[in-house]
């Protein structure tokens, strides 16, 4: 596994000359938007076609520090030796526009693929860097892969190279022919306009991203702090919940004064995942607060029970105000129901010890 930069926030050229501007959100949106699972980007050489070999799977991408990084998998080994060596050096991301045909996850940004480039320069310069550790164009995607004014002045000495080795071979009238020297001159004047149209734009500065990852960083402790508010809430109204139906146990005399704090507590502490148990020829499927709740609702008021012996057949009376007392007499009844080979809830303990005598 190798995490990788291929992409960052600003005003860059794709291949096509579209002057595409991405803030620190669409990076954010690129990243989360990447599902392997739905389609998975290689990395490849340059920007090929799709029966190009892939050298890398990208696992998954991430923004840290203003850059977009890519944690690559299933890297070929000769491929991280080459890279390592310096043969591909630089890198350059293919993106699915949101409104692309064919991306994904349309109305986001998405990965396509990522070239790994040699002599060429990338559209997207001051990534930093990296090296693999050692171990075992569809239409509307935007590629950023060689800057629009290096790609002229590339084009244009490779043509003046052609047209010397034409005069040279065939001479001046072969040369004016096929390629003439107002043509070069021309490409000239249009790589200078564009130039000199780039230079006039104002350009991203790193101290503009650090803001945009604060202002992000600031909502997402405003969201913190709103889901934790959100949370003492909903635990202050249960407790008032657990308080009121406590009340009505002590005004019902189903419950002393002195235990309703002990029982909002217990209510408190207990889970939130059902219990499902069978009770006769019925299934029971409620939450733990739910059967306590029935069970102390259930119970007459002002019960006195007489004390029996620990020989009995465990149907303890038992100090059925104290819910203390009552986990320990069913905890006991229901290893005693064990001991015997009888596999019982602790409902239906719970049940069992609180059940009047007749």
């Known amino acids: 596994m190798a995490l990788i930069p291929v992409f960052k926030p600003g005003t860059h050229t794709a291949v096509d000359g579209r002057k595409i501007t991405f803030t620190l959100e669409n990076c954010i949106d690129l990243a989360e938007s990447y599902d392997p699972s739905l389609s998975e980007a290689p990395a490849v050489i340059g920007h090929p076609k799709l029966t190009a070999p892939a050298y890398a799977w990208a696992k998954s991408f991430e923004v840290k520090d203003g850059l977009v990084y890519a944690k690559l998998d299933q ?28 991306n ?16 060429a320069a990338p559209a997207i ?12 164009g569809e239409q509307g995607a935007a590629e950023f892969s060689m800057a629009d004014e290096e790609f002229d ?19 001046i009238a072969s040369a004016d022919l ?9 490409l000239r004047a249009i790589s200078d306009r564009k130039q000199k149209e780039k230079e006039k734009m104002p350009q991203p500065l790193d101290a503009s991203f650090a803001e945009q990852q604060a202002t ?3 909502k997402n402790a405003e969201l913190a702090k709103r889901e934790q508010a959100l949370l003492e809430k909903e635990q202050t109204n249960k407790r008032a919940e657990f308080a009121a139906f406590a009340d009505e146990l002590v005004k019902d005399g189903k419950l002393l004064p002195a235990h309703k704090t002990t029982v909002v507590e217990v209510f408190m502490a207990l889970g939130n995942e059902p219990i499902s148990f069978a009770e006769g020829d019925a299934t029971v499927n409620s939450s733990p607060a739910d059967l306590i709740k029935k069970v102390l609702s259930e119970r007459p008021a002002f019960m006195n029970f007489a004390e029996k012996s620990a020989a009995s057949d465990n149907e303890d009376n038992v100090d059925k105000q104290d819910p203390k007392v009552i986990a320990d007499a069913a905890k006991a009844y ?12 602790i409902s239906q303990a719970v049940t069992h010890v609180t059940k009047a005598k007749k």
Do not use: C, M, V
């Not at 349309?106 to 070239?115: K, L, S, T, V």
């Not at 084009?155 to 065939?170: F, G, P, Q, T, V």
């Open 334 to 345: 229901q290893k005693e129901q064990a001991d015997k080979g009888n596999t019982i809830s």
């Open 153 to 171: 002045e590339n084009l244009i000495s490779i043509l003046a190279n052609l047209r010397d080795l034409l005069i040279e071979k065939a001479g």
């Open 75 to 102: 890297i070929n080994p000769e491929f991280a030796e080459a890279y390592n060596a310096g043969s591909y050096k630089k890198r350059s991301l293919s993106i699915y526009l949101p409104d692309s045909p064919g």
């Open 178 to 186: 096929f390629l003439p020297q107002w043509r070069l001159e021309s």
């Open 125 to 136: 310069k001051g990534l930093p860097d990296a090296s693999f550790a050692e171990s075992d």
């Open 104 to 119: 994904p996850k349309p109305g986001h940004y998405y990965a396509r693929h990522i070239g790994f480039l040699g002599a």
């Open 216 to 218: 992000i960083d600031a």
